[in-house]
């Protein structure tokens, strides 16, 4: 994409006026004590300058451009959401674990400033990352809820750039822009960014790490896989299993990419065996995290300890305690995981919220599966690790939830994952559609010239095969 003239008005320098203004507003609008207003303004703008650095690692002025404007408005309706989220309902209307980490921070930190007890998990040594956020932004500023919530604003967003950047390493810049627009936009996405609760950061380095892992496959970085490394590390600390599905479904993925003449087989037998492996790691105990997807849900993360406390539980009949009835429950948790909550079965508020986004989805969904089917057969082996990475989430993410709550949030942080092949289905579309518009003698006219027809270029803009 060639870079436009250099004379004109930068346009960071009213972006950066707008988002300043923006983050003092919301400062002082929301924040409860006036001693917040100046630190968290200062954080908002320091975010927003590490904004600016990782933007300046891309080359073409045009695409710094465009991703600066997605920027900003992806920021202004978090603002808004933020605001809806906190004076028009309370926040832990739509995740009650909000309550458990503001209490995780303040009592860690409470202990660094004071040397209080620390909670009896984290007293025995427990590590995990996203309470001693909260803890550090108590330490500091006597409150663990403002700053992890505009954190992970900006993690939603950055999520959006590397969606960008992943979209455009396999399928070309348009899918790349349609892709970062969908995450940047998608509600949920939205609401799940301006909570205090870990699923932002969760899916901003599930995304790094599989872009980092399709640049892997291209060339092999030094420095590249040392970040991959690093990136997993971090999301171990957000949830001990989520590097080791991350690292599994990039190793299926090589698999499928190496032997692309037997890649259904393949994903079978390889996920199958991965479900296997990690049925074996969790009967030893070795996934120790409890997932903290409300404040009840203490003793058990699998599916029976969801029942236990959900309203909205299903499959409750199951058997998921052995491979083989994980295995015949699979389908049927996957069509939840995928589609719940049911438009056809909404019990609560909260699931009736979820009516419009799930109707999207419900239309958009054929078209992912298209750009999907899409990218398997003609696309670049890239298309094959993506593959690779959603069939191990998807596949391990339906055998523990067992209600929609959970299910519906878990599956925002794979969405991003998804969007891609949504997006190539999106511009098929478009192009099809231009091919059945043009007139019959524009075509006749056009192959008479010699000029290439759109059966000759399937994919209208950006190579598929980068």
Do not use: C
């Amino acid at each position: 994409m060639p870079s436009p003239g250099g004379n004109g008005a930068n346009p960071l320098i009213p972006l950066a006026a707008l988002l300043v203004g923006a983050g003092v507003i919301l400062g002082f609008a929301l924040a409860e004590e006036p001693g917040l207003v100046v630190p968290v303004t200062l954080f908002f703008l320091l975010l927003l300058g590490l904004t600016h650095v990782l933007l300046t690692l891309e080359t073409r002025e045009a695409t710094r451009r465009w991703l600066w404007g997605l920027i900003g408005a992806a920021l202004g309706v978090r603002a808004l959401a933020f605001l809806v989220t906190n004076f028009v309902y309370r926040a832990d209307f739509f995740a009650p674990d909000v309550g458990y980490y503001r209490w995780a921070g303040e009592a860690i930190g409470a202990h660094w400033v004071r040397g209080g007890p620390l909670p009896g998990r984290f007293a025995d040594g427990w590590f995990e990352l996203y309470p001693h956020i909260g803890a550090g932004f108590y330490a500091l500023l006597q409150d663990a809820t403002v700053g992890p919530v505009v954190l992970n604003a900006f993690a939603g967003v950055w999520t959006a750039v590397v969606v960008y950047y992943l979209g455009r390493e396999i399928l070309g810049e348009p899918a790349g822009k349609l892709a970062a627009i969908l995450t940047a936009f998608l509600p949920s996405l939205v609401l799940w960014s301006v909570l205090n609760i870990r699923d932002a950061l969760a899916m901003l380095f599930i995304t790094l790490a599989v872009w980092l892992g399709v640049r892997a496959y291209r060339e092999v970085n030094v420095k590249e896989l040392l970040l991959l490394v690093a990136v997993l590390f971090v999301a171990s600390t957000l949830r001990d299993y989520m590097a080791v599905l991350v690292l599994g479904g990039l190793a299926l993925g090589f698999a499928l990419a190496f032997r692309r003449h037997r890649v259904w087989s393949t994903l079978a037998v390889g996920t199958v065996v991965f479900l296997g492996v990690a049925f074996a790691l969790d009967q030893f105990e070795i996934f120790r995290t409890v997932d903290w997807d409300s404040p009840l849900e203490t003793a058990d993360q699998m599916r029976r300890g969801f029942h236990l406390e959900a309203g909205s539980a299903y499959a409750v009949d199951y058997d998921t305690s052995t491979l083989a009835g994980a295995l015949r429950f699979l389908p049927l948790g996957m069509s939840f995981l995928l589609f719940g909550p049911f438009p056809w079965a909404l019990e609560s508020t909260l699931q009736m919220l979820t009516f419009p986004e799930v109707a999207l989805w419900y239309l958009v969904f054929p078209l992912t599966v298209w750009g999907l089917s899409w990218g398997v057969r003609k696309g670049a082996a890239q298309n094959l690790i993506l593959l690779g990475v959603l069939a191990v989430l998807v596949s391990s993410y339906a055998l523990v939830e067992g209600n929609f709550g959970t299910a519906y949030r878990h599956r925002a942080q794979i969405m991003p994952l998804f969007f891609i092949f949504t997006a190539a289905g999106l511009i098929l579309l478009r192009h099809r559609w231009g091919a059945r518009k043009r007139p019959e003698r524009q075509r006749v006219h056009t192959r008479s010239e010699g000029s290439t027809s759109p059966s000759d270029s399937t994919w209208p803009s950006g190579s598929a095969s980068r």
